[in-house]
């Protein structure tokens, strides 16, 4: 294979998840990005994959470029040299939705828990059978011999649209990304229009009422925690060491399953991924075996031990998936104070869902705010600030800066969790920095 794909962007959660899964089937890969450090670039470094600096000079005459979305002609060199001088490239959702053709695949897409989903569908699959998959955590991995494609469907700007899988899981419907949708009707229509373009299955969470809407050429499976649902989770018991619940079909009994997951939400991840592995025909005695040892995605209620002090790093940037990364805080550490720590991913959503927001934050026992993390896409008018989201928390409230975040020693009894999509990962670095110096000065 003398070809070379290049990736645009190859930082990108995306990007680099499809850079790893093209490598590992054995085609050579290589990729350009800025230079500031991303989570996603340990993979890549590790895989032995090239990461160049923006340059003209990347795009050979023997490479296939695949574009990062977030890049174009006016911001970037390589964008703007390839529209000039008649080099095409795809799009990554673009690429993905012609590749996906090789496979029986297998997609995961609602507003929140596509990531988690993706994440628990593949590492199952992936156990019992030669499974490809990508996941928005910059996880990919690729066989040439693979039959099936797990992969992580997009809504944002319609990117799912190329995309026809035999089975589809729709985990829900919410009104997010304001710089783009104009209405949750507008969201529910993106959702809509892709659902139909499923062959085999659909996968929806019965207790969602957009979803309840949604039509489709494939046969719709509801799930959920209520009677009435196609596949219904049932005699839950959430402890501190994870999560056993009881899956029927239509009343027919599929048994107990146990994850090492925190959270109702993960509870209902689970009944999906077995809601479609049953339908599509896979043994539940390995689907049953293969959840229980799934250790979870990137970012998504990533735990470490700092000097005897637990953080949590979670991706969460909505209030829905705020109000569910507290609930998972909240089933493992029940003894414990929940400090949330979160920064505000883009002014557009900030004033969309203010009032959600101060909502969901106020279930932690303190807040702590970062400032908004402004986009690439979109200008900050002034028209929010930080300060207007906490005067609507109704717990304690601070703002800190990533130079001084010694508020957060106040407590002492606390489990810390710094949710969001920016750069939020400074603050908690920032964090870890000073209890390590804590402790050494006590020394």
Same mark, same amino acid.
Request: proline share 3%.
């Given at each position: 294979? /003398?070809? @070379?794909?290049?990736? &645009? =962007?190859?930082?990108?959660?995306?990007? *680099? $998840?499809? #850079?790893?899964?093209?490598?590992?089937?054995?085609?050579?890969?290589?990729?350009?990005?800025?230079?500031?450090?991303?989570?996603?670039?340990?993979?890549?470094?590790?895989?032995?994959?090239?990461?160049?600096?923006?340059?003209?000079?990347?795009?050979?005459?023997?490479?296939?470029?695949?574009?990062?979305?977030?890049?174009?002609?006016?911001?970037?060199?390589?964008?703007?040299?390839?529209?000039?001088?008649?080099?095409?490239?795809?799009?990554?959702?673009?690429?993905?939705?012609?590749?996906?053709?090789?496979?029986?695949?297998?997609?995961?897409?609602?507003?929140?828990?596509?990531?988690?989903?993706?994440?628990?569908?593949?590492?199952?699959?992936?156990?019992? /059978?030669? @499974?490809?998959?990508? &996941? =928005?955590?910059?996880?990919?991995?690729? *066989? $040439?011999? #693979?039959?099936?494609?797990?992969?992580?469907?997009?809504?944002?700007?319609?990117?799912?649209?190329?995309?026809?899988?035999?089975?589809?899981?729709?985990?829900?419907?919410?009104?997010?990304?304001?710089?783009?949708?104009?209405?949750?009707?507008?969201?529910?229509?993106?959702?809509?229009?892709?659902?139909?373009?499923?062959?085999?299955?659909?996968?929806?969470?019965?207790?969602?009422?957009?979803?309840?809407?949604?039509?489709?050429?494939?046969?719709?499976?509801?799930?959920?925690?209520?009677?009435?649902?196609?596949?219904?989770?049932?005699?839950?018991?959430?402890?501190?060491?994870?999560?056993?619940?009881?899956?029927?079909?239509?009343?027919?009994?599929?048994?107990?399953?146990?994850?090492?997951?925190? =959270?109702?939400?993960?509870?209902?991840?689970?009944?999906?991924?077995?809601?479609?592995?049953?339908?599509?025909?896979?043994?539940?005695?390995?689907?049953?075996?293969?959840?229980?040892?799934?250790?979870?995605?990137?970012?998504?209620?990533?735990?470490?031990?700092?000097?005897?002090?637990?953080?949590?790093?979670?991706?969460?940037?909505?209030?829905?998936?705020?109000?569910?990364?507290?609930?998972?805080?909240?089933?493992?550490?029940?003894?414990?104070?929940?400090?949330?720590?979160?920064?505000?991913?883009?002014?557009?959503?900030?004033?969309?869902?203010?009032?959600?927001?101060?909502?969901?934050?106020?279930?932690?026992?303190?807040?702590?705010?970062?400032?908004?993390?402004?986009?690439?896409?979109?200008?900050?008018?002034?028209?929010?600030?930080?300060?207007?989201?906490?005067?609507?928390?109704?717990?304690?409230?601070?703002?800190?800066?990533?130079?001084?975040?010694?508020?957060?020693?106040?407590?002492?009894?606390?489990?810390?969790?710094?949710?969001?999509?920016?750069?939020?990962?400074?603050?908690?670095?920032?964090?870890?920095?000073?209890?390590?110096?804590?402790?050494?000065?006590?020394?």
């Amino acid at each position: 294979m /003398t070809k @070379t794909y290049h990736f &645009i =962007g190859i930082k990108g959660s995306g990007m *680099s $998840a499809l #850079a790893l899964m093209l490598h590992q089937m054995g085609h050579q890969v290589q990729g350009s990005d800025v230079e500031k450090y991303y989570f996603t670039q340990r993979g890549l470094e590790q895989a032995g994959i090239k990461i160049l600096p923006f340059d003209e000079k990347n795009l050979q005459a023997d490479v296939e470029v695949i574009a990062g979305n977030a890049f174009r002609p006016d911001n970037n060199l390589e964008i703007a040299y390839a529209d000039a001088n008649g080099i095409s490239y795809k799009r990554y959702h673009e690429f993905l939705g012609i590749f996906m053709r090789n496979f029986v695949s297998m997609g995961v897409a609602g507003a929140h828990g596509k990531t988690s989903t993706t994440g628990m569908l593949a590492h199952v699959l992936s156990n019992i /059978t030669d @499974t490809s998959y990508l &996941i =928005g955590d910059g996880t990919g991995r690729g *066989s $040439a011999n #693979a039959k099936y494609f797990a992969f992580e469907a997009d809504e944002y700007e319609r990117h799912f649209m190329p995309y026809h899988p035999e089975y589809s899981i729709i985990t829900n419907i919410d009104f997010d990304h304001p710089d783009y949708f104009t209405s949750l009707e507008d969201v529910f229509n993106a959702f809509n229009d892709y659902a139909k373009q499923v062959s085999k299955g659909v996968f929806v969470y019965g207790e969602d009422k957009e979803l309840h809407r949604i039509t489709a050429n494939a046969p719709i499976y509801y799930y959920g925690f209520k009677e009435g649902n196609d596949f219904v989770a049932h005699d839950l018991l959430r402890s501190t060491t994870g999560s056993s619940f009881k899956v029927s079909f239509r009343e027919q009994e599929l048994g107990e399953f146990k994850i090492p997951s925190f =959270g109702r939400h993960n509870i209902m991840n689970a009944t999906a991924v077995i809601g479609l592995l049953y339908t599509a025909g896979f043994d539940l005695t390995l689907v049953r075996e293969h959840l229980a040892t799934f250790g979870g995605v990137k970012r998504r209620f990533t735990e470490k031990m700092v000097n005897g002090v637990t953080i949590i790093d979670d991706f969460a940037h909505h209030p829905t998936e705020i109000i569910a990364t507290l609930d998972a805080a909240r089933q493992k550490y029940p003894s414990k104070e929940i400090v949330a720590i979160f920064q505000p991913h883009t002014f557009t959503r900030t004033i969309a869902l203010l009032d959600e927001f101060a909502e969901a934050l106020s279930q932690a026992d303190a807040v702590y705010l970062a400032q908004i993390y402004g986009s690439a896409r979109e200008v900050d008018h002034g028209d929010v600030k930080v300060e207007d989201l906490a005067a609507k928390i109704v717990k304690k409230v601070e703002i800190i800066t990533v130079d001084n975040v010694s508020p957060l020693l106040e407590h002492p009894n606390a489990v810390y969790v710094f949710m969001g999509a920016g750069d939020i990962q400074t603050y908690e670095y920032s964090f870890e920095r000073l209890l390590s110096n804590l402790t050494s000065n006590v020394q």
